[in-house]
């Protein structure tokens, strides 16, 4: 199969102008003839059911939480990128796209980024007139901060709460468009699987988690925007229901996965105090604009922070990157943390763990300051420590919390299942490997608020709507499949809860395919990953008939697909013999322990397609193309 | 530590429910509630029974999702902190090591006629989403905004708009509530819009359509008992309540628009 990515021809900057101006319309007329199934309502979801509703469309979305509003965005913290140039410190949208690709370490389709540069702008400008309320100046002008990977403040932010207030933005203009009957909402609602009807993406089949019905939804297109699959490695701090299900799902049904190893792992969470833990919670990279990061320089120094002097300490960061700092971008400070704590300068229960101390912040500008700016993320630092950060520095390490491969899609957002989109962290497109702090909003905005509403319409411009049902051969047969599957679950009947074998595949996950991998690990992991998925369909205890709500079927189907799919992740890991972003290989790295790229054999996208049970996958490759940028080494220093 | 449960168990909405009885053992005092109540679970999942219910997602006091009375008081007993504050925190951020070891806890769903329990200690809260419908927005079609920076909005402004926007639609404010009213919520959103210049168009007709919408639901009335803003896990101001009721008067004298709903949509 050969992969076409769309991207149009002509100068990078004018690419999406000019496309947008020959991509085709539908008639205001029609466009209520068609129905639009959009499965997710977090940022990406929730702006693309309202834009697509004000356009006309026929809009149902779903989630599995019982309100669209408490899709996982609304634990997003820190804030939002836009190109706006407000602070007149030299940004633009060439420097969004350039910081962008760089900070995915040159592994991401040039053209997708510099729309998402471009569109930045607009996001901004939207949210604001829904009411969105950003941080202020005190002449009344938005106020900016810098997040890390970038020497400009772009960064947009509402407190330390930025995807809760984005989030209602988007809500509420979803929640205007259902008021207008222009959109059903389904809450509490599971997609678990794609229907393809001739080669179309035509409709889903979903379990109404309430009364436990399985059921169908036929549509002329089919937007997915489930988010990410961090929770594979169990601890994450992603929020407990966040999975890979809707988009594994149509990964079996022949959507192309594309570079599912490329995860991030973020710097700054509260470090793992016991076994019994269930998440992990993130400290939000913009405390690294006041906040120092530092170890004790001896090896075993357990003196309290307060007595290591100054010349004892070592704000490894700041030697080791002193053009960025503390803002070096999120795998390089996750690196460097873990190299320290490997020498055995860790500190804190385990050795696991580097200080964050705002003792300088609060000297200088007072600690109401501090407050105004962070206060939330520090009431929260309080709650699960027991400790005053204003007093102590914080203690951090990292952890995993982003995943920047997902599905395939070319320059429209389409998965190479016609009429399927893909939206927001479910897919692979902007990021490359590594992505930088504030644009994932960004991105999960853009497609739903200012991409989709156009190349859908594009597509579905082609096409006659309807002329499919519920009660097709293909439904019915993906129905019976979906039934059949959670009968089998229920019929294991043994006695270890699914979130045993969860807790089991993130610990195969963290160790052998987490921070830094090797080909031995990956063997290992390859190795245990299908021991672990018997033993599951052998002992796993799904208590309960399916019939109404049922928390534990819930869990146990999805941790069944992602019993499968770390596998599909390892075998990309392994596979990608060089170091880029967040996939660090140890057997490819510098002399002082930076990634080593390999853009001569590894200058593409990795596009998996299955290929049925026990089959290895095929592999495809998008190879990059460079029309304007030159991959370089990434430094930072 | 140890502790002995008493959990609301209901098992659809229609059943009968009841307090039953478990025994936590091997709490570590550090596990936040849920995590204690998730070590309930894998062990009546390992003896084949139901686990219990309840809604959670975020876990870190942001999505609104989890909600359970516990003994008498929603999201839990709330600290007094180092700095003379009652704490405010959700039931995600409630911790083991507020209780004393061997101490009974008693586990109950949100009670209020607008949230009919679903199953043990999960309620449907879908009254608030339509509310929302009902109001609780701005009509701005995407597309066409004016620069950001074309409104300035003064930073006081938008500091009080942030103070009622920070709702997480929790509903501890109904379950606090011996009305079982949902005043602070409504008033939360209509004053974040409210206060702002952006929400001025539709003002009026925004806090007419929520207050309707909230008394259509079946919520009670607010008697000025103020126990929504202690049990609030954001401290939304009970001010925002009597700015509602200001609003909601003076846009009984205005020319409202009321033939369609959705506004300009
Ligand atoms: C703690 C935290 C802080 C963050 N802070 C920032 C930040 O400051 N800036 C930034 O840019 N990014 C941040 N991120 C990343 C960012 O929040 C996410 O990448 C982004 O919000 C994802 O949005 P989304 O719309 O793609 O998906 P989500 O918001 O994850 O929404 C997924 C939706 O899909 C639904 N869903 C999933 N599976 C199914 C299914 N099978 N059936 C039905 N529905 C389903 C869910 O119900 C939900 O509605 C943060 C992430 C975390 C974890
Ligand atoms: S689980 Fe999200 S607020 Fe408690």
Not at chain 1, 55 to 75: K, M, N, W
Not at chain 1, 200 to 229: E, H, M, N, P
Not at chain 2, 80 to 101: H, P, S, V, W
Request: proline share 5%.
């Amino acid at each position: 199969m050969q992969l076409n990515s769309n991207v149009p021809p002509g100068p990078l900057a004018e690419k999406w102008q000019k496309h947008r101006f020959e991509m085709k319309l539908v008639n205001p007329a029609n466009k209520r003839k068609y129905k639009i199934l959009v499965v997710g309502t977090g940022l990406a979801g929730a702006s693309a059911a309202a834009s697509l509703a004000e356009l006309g469309y026929q809009v149902e979305t779903f989630c599995f939480q019982d309100s669209p509003r408490r899709a996982h965005s609304i634990a997003a913290q820190g804030g939002i990128n836009a190109a706006k140039n407000y602070q007149n410190d030299g940004d633009s949208v060439f420097r969004l796209f350039y910081d962008t690709i760089k900070g995915g370490d040159f592994r991401a389709r040039e053209a997708n980024v510099y729309r998402l540069a471009e569109v930045s702008v607009n996001i901004i400008d939207q949210c604001v007139a829904q009411g969105v309320p950003f941080s202020r100046e005190y002449g009344g002008q938005l106020e900016n901060r810098s997040f890390g990977g970038a020497q400009v403040s772009r960064t947009f932010y509402c407190r330390g709460q930025t995807g809760q207030q984005l989030l209602l933005g988007a809500y509420s203009a979803l929640c205007r468009q259902i008021s207008l009957g222009n959109v059903k909402s389904h809450p509490r609602t599971e997609m678990l699987d794609l229907v393809v009807v001739g080669g179309r993406a035509r409709g889903i089949v979903v379990r109404d988690l309430v009364t436990g019905q399985v059921s169908s939804y036929v549509g002329d297109a089919v937007l997915l925007a489930t988010g990410g699959y961090s929770p594979v490695y169990f601890l994450s701090t992603n929020a407990k229901g966040c999975n890979v299900t809707a988009t594994y799902r149509a990964f079996k049904r022949g959507a192309c996965f594309a570079n599912p190893c490329y995860t991030q792992i973020h710097p700054t969470c509260i470090p793992v105090t016991g076994d019994y833990q269930s998440k992990l919670t993130l400290m939000s990279e913009s405390l690294r604009n006041d906040g120092r990061i530092w170890v004790p320089k001896t090896p075993g120094d357990k003196r309290s922070p307060d007595q290591i002097p100054e010349s004892e300490r070592d704000y490894y960061l700041e030697r080791r990157y002193p053009s960025f700092g503390n803002l070096a971008p999120r795998d390089i400070a996750s690196r460097a943390a873990k190299m320290v704590c490997d020498e055995g300068r860790g500190v804190g229960p385990g050795g696991r763990g580097v200080y964050l101390d705002f003792s300088d912040a609060i000297r200088r500008r007072g600690e109401k300051y501090i407050r105004d700016k962070y206060g939330n993320l520090f009431d929260m630092y309080a709650h699960i420590t027991h400790e005053d950060p204003y007093k102590t520095p914080m203690r951090i390490y990292p952890a995993l919390h982003y995943t920047m491969g997902g599905l395939w899609v070319d320059y429209n957002l389409m998965s190479n299942i016609p009429g399927l989109f893909v939206l927001g962290e479910a897919n692979f497109s902007d990021h490359g490997a590594n992505r930088l702090g504030a644009s994932a909003l960004m991105q999960g905005l853009a497609d739903g608020y200012f991409v989709v509403p156009y190349t859908l319409g594009n597509f579905l411009a082609g096409c006659a709507p309807g002329g499919v049902s519920e009660t097709a051969p293909e439904f019915k047969q993906a129905e019976q499949e979906v039934s059949d599957r959670l009968k089998k679950l229920l019929a294991i009947k043994g006695n270890r809860s699914a979130t045993w074998f969860h807790r089991e595949l993130g610990k195969v996950m963290w160790d052998d395919c987490g921070m830094a991998r090797s080909e031995k690990s990956l063997k290992k992991a390859l190795a245990r990953i299908p021991e672990l998925r018997e033993q599951f369909w052998r002992e796993a205890g799904v208590p309960g008939n399916g019939q109404g709500l049922s928390p534990a079927l819930e869990e146990a189907g999805r941790v069944a697909d992602f019993l499968e799919f770390a596998e599909l992740l390892c075998i990309d890991a392994l596979h990608r013999n060089e170091s880029c972003g967040g996939h660090f290989r140890e057997e490819y790295q510098t002399p002082d322990g930076e990634a080593q790229r390999n853009d001569a054999e590894f200058s593409y996208v990795a596009a998996w397609q299955y290929q049925g049970q026990d089959k290895p996958p095929a592999l495809h490759k998008e190879p990059l193309v460079w029309e304007t940028v030159h991959p370089s080494i990434r430094s930072y220093k | 530590m140890k502790f002995t449960l008493h959990v609301w168990r209901q098992s659809g909405p229609n059943a009968r429910g009841e307090m039953k009885q478990y025994e936590a053992t091997g709490v570590n005092p550090d596990m936040s509630f849920l995590e204690m109540l998730d070590v309930v679970n894998q062990e009546l999942i390992a003896r084949g029974e139901e686990p219990i219910a309840f809604d959670h997602d975020c876990r870190e006091g942001i999505c609104g999702s989890c909600g359970i009375v516990i003994n008498g008081v929603p999201h839990g007993p709330r600290r007094r902190l180092a700095n003379g504050k009652i704490e405010a925190k959700t039931t995600c951020q409630t911790y083991m090591r507020d209780f004393t070891d061997g101490q009974h806890l008693w586990l109950e769903p949100w009670r209020a006629g607008a949230f009919p329990v679903i199953k043990d200690l999960v309620v449907d809260r879908s009254a608030f989403d339509r509310i929302m419908q009902a109001g609780g927005y701005i009509s701005a079609n995407t597309g066409g905004a004016p620069d950001g920076n074309a409104i300035l909005i003064p930073k006081r402004d938008q500091e009080k708009a942030m103070d009622a926007a920070q709702c997480i639609g929790c509903g501890a404010c109904v379950a606090a509530c011996k009305n079982a009213s949902a005043m602070l919520f409504v008033a939360a959103k209509v004053s974040h819009l409210g206060i702002l210049p952006q929400g001025q168009p539709e003002r009026a007709q925004r806090v007419v359509r929520m207050v309707e919408q909230m008394d259509k639901e079946g919520f009670g009335n607010c008697t000025n008992y103020m126990e929504c803003e202690a049990a609030c896990p954001k401290e939304i101001s009970r001010q925002f309540i009597a700015r509602m009721n200001r609003d909601y008067l003076w846009a009984q004298t205005q020319d409202l628009e009321t033939t369609s709903s959705g506004g300009a949509g």
